[in-house]
């Protein structure tokens, strides 16, 4: 069974850094991309990064662009998200997701983690 | 960016009836580039229907999917007590986005 889990979230200061990991197994992890999508009550599910199989290409949302950066080590079966200059509206559950095989219009996240908190506030 | 509306916000029906959920997308999509997930609460969002129509495996056949353009919809045909939860519609056509969600509660 494809299995996904999330940590490394907790309570950041604004303009502070955390860096999630996401562990996978059930299958062949560098043949996949995976997506960071993030979830709040008040804006719900919004996608915030991807990478494709082999980790050389990389993929943002605005609003996370130039902030955090997201790799992979295909060794280790294992996806990080470093955040930095966090903010207030980064307080959000963080999912990764894996794609259908490529990240591309007509793919699709088929599997996704538990999820990690991660919350900014003084 | 495509944004995604979906209808109603909240569909109040009991175990057996039949639901229809609905996502109007901003931006005409090819019914490919069309999923839908299901969250029960606590849970994390799991795949029920992939390119607009097709179920996900292990996803019974009460779900369905349909629609073209700008307009979809997801179908429960008989609810069972296990469907109560929030159903997400997402499109992949240059940038992925999601609705909001329907949450499907008991009447």
């Known amino acids: 069974d494809v299995q996904l889990s999330e940590s490394g979230g907790g309570l950041a200061q604004p303009g502070g850094s955390l860096r999630l990991s996401c562990v996978a197994s059930?299958?062949?992890?560098?043949?996949?991309?995976i997506s960071w999508v993030r979830q709040t009550p008040e804006k719900g599910l919004e996608w915030i990064s991807a990478i494709s199989g082999g980790g050389t290409s990389t993929f943002y949302a605005d609003s996370v662009k130039g902030r955090f950066t997201i790799s992979r080590d295909n060794s280790r079966n294992t996806l990080y998200l470093q955040m930095s200059s966090l903010r207030v509206d980064d307080t959000a559950l963080y999912y990764c997701?894996?794609?259908?095989?490529?990240?591309?219009?007509?793919?699709?996240?088929?599997?996704w983690g538990q999820g990690t908190q991660v919350t900014v506030s003084s | 960016e495509v944004v995604l509306t979906q209808s109603p916000g909240t569909l109040s029906l009991s175990p057996g009836e039949r639901a229809t959920l609905s996502c109007k997308a901003s931006q005409s999509l090819s019914s490919t580039h069309l999923a839908w997930y299901q969250q029960r609460p606590g849970q994390a969002p799991r795949l029920l229907i992939y390119?607009?129509?097709s179920r996900a495996t292990g996803i019974p056949d009460r779900f369905s999917g349909g629609g073209s353009g700008t307009d979809f919809t997801l179908t429960i045909s008989r609810l069972e007590p296990e469907d109560f939860a929030v159903y997400y519609c997402h499109q992949y056509r240059n940038s992925p986005t999601f609705g909001l969600g329907t949450k499907v509660e008991f009447k």
């Open positions: 997701a894996k794609w259908r095989d490529y990240y591309g219009s007509g793919s699709y996240l088929t599997n």
């Open positions: 390119e607009g129509s």
């Open positions: 059930g299958f062949t992890f560098s043949s996949y991309a």
